[in-house]
């Protein structure tokens, strides 16, 4: 089964910029879907971004369309999730999970497994 990792979240003030990473290992992501996901304090997980290995567009939530991209490096195994122009309510855990299939479902039930999670906190 695929294990996954995320990392580089962190400390930055508001207007800044994070790149998310979502490492796989156990196997590759192809033929997944790659979501990412955030779960802010008192609030339930939320759908941010998601990319398929069958290629096709990516998906976005409406809220960080146009701030935040996705992309895949195939070679490593790899998801980033770019965020640019953060703002204080983007501030959560950031998760990445994956799905078979080419698809990209917003409701996190639909996504297993995940990975641990990567605190992102933005100061206003």
């Known amino acids: 089964q695929v294990q996954l990792v995320e990392s580089g979240g962190g400390l930055v003030q508001a207007g800044g910029s994070l790149r998310l990473s979502c490492v796989a290992s156990?196997?590759?992501?192809?033929?997944?879907?790659v979501g990412w996901f955030r779960q802010g304090p008192g609030k339930e997980r939320e759908f941010v971004a998601g990319?398929?290995?069958?290629?096709?567009?990516?998906r976005f939530a409406g809220s960080v369309k146009g701030r935040f991209t996705i992309s895949k490096d195939n070679d490593k195994s790899a998801v980033y999730l770019q965020m640019m122009s953060l703002k204080p309510e983007d501030t959560a855990v950031y998760y990445c999970?994956?799905?078979?299939?080419?698809?990209?479902?917003?409701?996190?039930?639909?996504?297993?497994?995940w990975g641990q999670g990567t605190q992102v906190t933005v100061s206003s």
């Open positions: 990319i398929s290995w069958a290629g096709g567009s990516p």
């Open positions: 999970a994956v799905r078979g299939g080419s698809d990209i479902p917003v409701d996190p039930r639909d996504f297993g497994p």
């Open positions: 156990g196997r590759t992501f192809i033929s997944f879907t």
